[in-house]
T-cell receptor
Framework: ETGVTQSPTHLIKTRGQQVTLRCSSQSGHNTVSWYQQALGQGPQFIFQYYREEENGRGNFPPRFSGLQFPNYSSELNVNALELDDSALYLC??????????????FGQGTRLTVV | GQNIDQPTEMTATEGAIVQINCTYQTSGFNGLFWYQQHAGEAPTFLSYNVLDGLEEKGRFSSFLSRSKGYSYLLLKELQMKDSASYLCAVSPYSGSARQLTFGSGTQLTVLP
């Protein structure tokens, strides 16, 4: 068990609705990244948060937004849901220190289905 | 742009050796990662290469050639529990697993 927890585990939403997914990072990890993983594909980087600010973004539209809180937990918000947003959403936490740091622990993910 | 290619599926027999290849063309490269992902579970870290050569960790080894944009993951003494998807990922940050670009994954099936 990595210590990264995500909620909810499964979610069904209707096209056009909004959704909020949550992630609690591993203790001591101050950087949180979100990834979208479509069925049969690798995860795609959405964005990263460090010290409560977005610190890197992948090729996703502005309706994908996020927050990071002082305790380093994070939310992913998706507005105006589309059918293609159906995927597994993964949160990964990592420490941000100088030197070699290969740790990025993933949560179990939230399976979002848009109907 | 970012492009990472891996075979979609591979099959091997329990006890055998299998090599999973990965080629990449990325605008920024500072390290290559391999992750294992069982169905319905989170990806878990297997190995990291930033310099050319072979890194060995028990039954798993990973090789990198930066000039060729090529890596492979070698799994020895295959076990049934090794059936999983194996993800190749590139990081633009040296020594860090931040902002990874992943390939589509190679689904490995280990047969008895």
């Amino acid at each position: 068990e990595t210590g990264v927890t995500q909620s909810p585990t499964h979610l069904i939403k209707t096209r056009g609705q909004q959704v909020t997914l949550r992630c609690s990072s591993q203790s001591g990890h101050n950087t949180v990244s979100w990834y979208q993983q479509a069925l049969g594909q690798g995860p795609q980087f959405i964005f990263q948060y460090y010290r409560e600010e977005e610190n890197g973004r992948g090729n996703f539209p502005p309706r994908f937004s996020g927050l990071q809180f002082p305790n380093y937990s994070s939310e992913l918000n998706v507005n105006a849901l589309e059918l293609d947003d159906s995927a597994l959403y993964l949160c990964a936490s990592s420490p941000r220190v100088k030197g070699l740091n290969t740790e990025a622990f993933f949560g179990q993910g939230t399976r979002l289905t848009v109907v | 742009g970012q492009n990472i290619d891996q075979p979609t599926e591979m099959t091997a027999t329990e006890g055998a050796i299998v090599q999973i290849n990965c080629t990449y063309q990325t605008s920024g490269f500072n390290g290559l990662f391999w992750y294992q992902q069982h169905a319905g579970e989170a990806p878990t870290f297997l190995s990291y290469n930033v310099l050319d050569g072979l890194e060995e960790k028990g039954r798993f080894s990973s090789f990198l050639s930066r000039s060729k944009g090529y890596s492979y993951l070698l799994l020895k003494e295959l076990q049934m529990k090794d059936s999983a998807s194996y993800l190749c990922a590139v990081s633009p940050y040296s020594g860090s697993a931040r902002q990874l670009t992943f390939g589509s994954g190679t689904q490995l099936t280990v047969l008895p």
